[in-house]
């Protein structure tokens, strides 16, 4: 005999689940639930920690830019200053000293006094800069006497001075022989002399051109 259920499908007994597997089903979704719970508290707590950490190293860089910045140009000040103080030393060691060499010069006219070798005076020196080719040194000059070997003498001291060695080079001994009735003797050899000395850091820098009167 056919048997007909007019109950609504919900009350139907052979529809319904039986409570074990509801219960399994709420248990399953409380510990999904938990765990989604403790993951979320851990994640968000772990990146909360680590945004202000993160915070607290930004503001210490942030509170340290301007000295970094000022150590930066400390550095770059000290490191100037050194390529300065080189230049200065390299000039000051390479730039011609040209009082030691009018000091040299004085010393080869002296002669320790010896005037039996030579007695030389200057009517002027000039000295002319020239920064690619060196400086020279103009300075018409005299022997006293006619005796030919004194001017040669005077060279040879000048070729064994202290600033021959900065010489590129030196005029010939040529001379014209002059009188002077208010000397004695009252002859003497007139010549020329010219000193090229050699291209040094700061030749032409200036171009002295003192004249002076003659020293005897």
Known sequence: MIRINLLPADLRRGNRLPPKILAAAFAAAL??????GWFGLVYFGELAAAEDALAKVEAKLTARAPKVDYHGKLLANQQDYALRVQTIQDIGRSRRVWSKFLDDLVDVVNNNGDTERHLAWFDGITVKGDPQKGSKVVMPGNVQGDDKSRLANFHDDIEASEFAKDLKSKS??????????????????????????????????????????NNK
């Open 172 to 213: 010939m001994p040529t001379f014209k022989l002059e009188t002077d009735d208010s000397r004695i003797p009252p002859a003497y050899l007139r010549f020329p002399l010219e000193l090229e000395f050699k291209k040094q850091a700061g030749d032409g820098k200036g171009k002295p051109g003192a004249k002076k009167g």
């Open 31 to 36: 510990a999904v639930s938990a765990c989604v």
